[in-house]
C-alpha cells in the first residue's frame, strides 16, 4: 500500500511503525474471511482492510472521518486476521496507534463509561470494591450490566514452602478478584514439582485495558510501574508466568510499548502463558473434576495474540479429558476486555455464535484460559465453564 504521512508524522516512532505497518498491506482481503464483525456485520468498514483504509486516510489528512472511532470501537482487537494475513500485516499494532491519535467524538454517555472503566478495573481494591457494591444492588440492574458483575469469591491462600526453584507469578486486576482460584491452583501445581510461585503487591494492571480504549499513556504507567516492582526479582525467578492470556499478551509487547527501556525487554522476554511453562516439565498432570468431555476455547489473546496453539489440548488429554471438536475455533467469543460492556449487542451476539460451537458436541464444560472469556461464557453457557488450570492438579 502506498502512504504519505506527514514528514512530521513520521519523524514520530508512532508515525514510522504506522507507515511500516501500512505498507505491507496489499489489500488482498483475505482477514475479512476471519474477522467476526465482518461476519457478524457485512460491513466492509467493519473488517480489517477496511479499517486499515480509514486509519490511513486519517495519519495522511490529519482529519478524521466522523464514521472512523465507530468502525474502530467495534474491533474486538482479536487479531484472527494476523493469523490469516499473508503479508504479516501488524494490524494490532496499527490500531492502537489509531486509537491513540484519533480525536474522540463519541457520545457523553460513551465517553463517562469509558473514564469509570478506566477509574475502576484497573485497580484492585477500587474493583473488588465496586463490584461488592454492584451486587449489593444488582436487583436494580440491567440483565446485561448484572452479569458483568464477578460472583463474590474466596480469598485463596498460597503455598508458603520455599522452594529454590522460582517462578514470579502475576495476579491480575479482574482475575483477582473474580477467579482467584485459578493463580492459586497454579501455584499448588508448581509447589507439588517444588517450584515457589511468588507474587508481589506492588503488581499493577497489565496496561491492556487503558491500551485498548486509546489511553496509551495509562498504559505506559501501568508498565513503568510493573517493571519497577518486578525487576529487583527478575534474576532469581525462572520465568514470569501469566494466567490470564490477555495479560500475557500485553506484558510480552511492553518491548514495543515502552522500546527505549531495556527492563521492558528484560520482562517481556521472561512471561510466558502458565500452558507454556507446564508443556515443559516432565511431571504429566493430573484430572481435578469428574467430567469426562470438554469443549475448549482458546482466548483469541493465546492463539492469534501469543501465537500459541495445541499447547493446552495436549495436557489437558494426557489429564485424561476427551476435547470435544469445536467448529470455527478461531473466532472470537465476544469478551474481548470491555467490549462486553461497550459493544453489549456486538458481544451478545458474537458470544451465541461461540456457545453454539462449543455445546454443540455436548460436552460436560467449557474449558478456556482467559478471565474475560471465562465470565463472559459463563453467564450464557447451558454448562459449567472454568479455566483450564481448574481441570488439573
Known amino acids: 500500500m502506498q502512504t504519505n504521512l506527514p514528514e512530521a508524522l ?6 514510522k511503525r504506522a507507515d511500516e505497518i501500512l505498507r505491507s498491506c496489499v489489500h488482498c ?10 461476519q457478524l456485520l457485512g460491513d466492509e468498514l467493519d473488517g480489517p482492510r477496511g479499517r486499515i483504509y480509514l486509519i490511513k ?11 472512523l472511532n465507530q468502525h474502530l470501537d467495534r474491533c474486538l482487537t482479536c487479531r484472527s486476521c494476523e493469523t490469516t494475513c499473508p503479508s504479516g500485516v501488524e494490524y494490532g499494532a496499527l490500531l492502537e496507534i489509531a486509537r491513540s491519535h484519533a480525536a474522540d467524538d463519541r457520545a457523553l454517555l460513551r465517553r463517562l463509561m469509558v473514564w469509570a472503566l478506566k ?6 481494591e477500587r474493583f473488588r470494591f465496586f463490584t461488592a457494591l454492584g451486587r449489593a444492588f444488582q436487583w436494580m440492574l440491567p440483565g446485561w450490566l448484572k452479569e458483568q458483575i464477578p460472583a463474590a469469591a474466596p480469598r485463596h491462600h498460597m503455598p508458603t514452602v520455599k522452594h529454590q526453584r522460582k517462578v514470579l507469578l502475576l495476579q491480575g486486576c479482574v482475575q483477582s478478584v473474580a477467579t482467584p482460584q485459578v493463580a492459586a491452583r497454579l501455584a499448588k501445581i ?3 514439582r517444588g517450584i515457589e510461585a511468588i507474587t508481589i503487591a506492588e503488581e499493577a494492571c497489565c496496561g491492556a485495558l487503558p491500551l485498548h480504549l486509546g489511553d ?3 498504559a505506559r504507567q501501568f508498565a513503568e510501574q510493573n517493571i519497577a516492582a518486578m525487576a529487583p526479582l527478575l534474576d532469581e525467578v525462572e520465568a514470569v508466568i501469566c494466567t490470564a492470556t490477555g495479560c500475557g499478551i500485553t506484558v510480552q509487547e511492553y518491548r514495543q510499548l515502552l522500546p527505549e527501556n531495556d527492563g521492558a525487554k528484560r520482562l517481556a ?11 515443559e516439565l516432565s511431571e504429566p498432570l493430573t484430572r481435578a473434576l469428574d467430567a469426562e468431555r470438554v469443549a475448549w476455547h482458546a482466548p483469541c489473546s493465546l492463539q492469534h495474540g501469543q501465537k500459541t496453539t495445541n499447547v493446552v489440548e495436549p495436557l489437558l488429554r494426557g489429564a485424561g479429558y476427551e476435547l470435544v471438536p469445536v467448529r470455527d475455533a478461531h473466532l472470537c467469543c465476544g469478551s474481548a476486555g470491555t467490549y462486553a460492556i461497550l459493544q453489549k449487542d456486538n458481544a451478545q451476539a458474537l458470544r451465541q455464535r461461540k456457545l453454539d460451537a462449543l455445546q454443540a458436541a455436548k460436552p460436560q464444560l467449557i474449558a478456556t484460559a482467559n478471565v474475560g472469556c471465562h465470565k463472559h461464557l459463563a ?15
Do not use: I
Not at 486516510?57 to 464514521?67: F, I, K
Not at 477509574?119 to 484492585?124: A, G, M, S
Not at 453467564?379 to 492438579?393: M, N, R, S, T
Open 379 to 393: 453467564a450464557a453457557a447451558k454448562v459449567p465453564v472454568a479455566h483450564w488450570l481448574e481441570l488439573v492438579e
Open 269 to 279: 522476554e521472561l512471561c510466558q502463558d502458565a500452558s507454556t511453562y507446564l508443556a
Open 10 to 15: 513520521l519523524a514520530t516512532d508512532a508515525g
Open 57 to 67: 486516510e486519517m495519519l495522511e489528512s490529519g482529519e478524521q472521518d466522523t464514521r
Open 190 to 192: 508448581l509447589d507439588a
Open 216 to 218: 496509551e499513556a495509562q
Open 29 to 38: 482481503g483475505f482477514c475479512n474471511a476471519t474477522c467476526p464483525t465482518y
Open 119 to 124: 477509574f475502576v478495573v484497573p485497580y484492585r
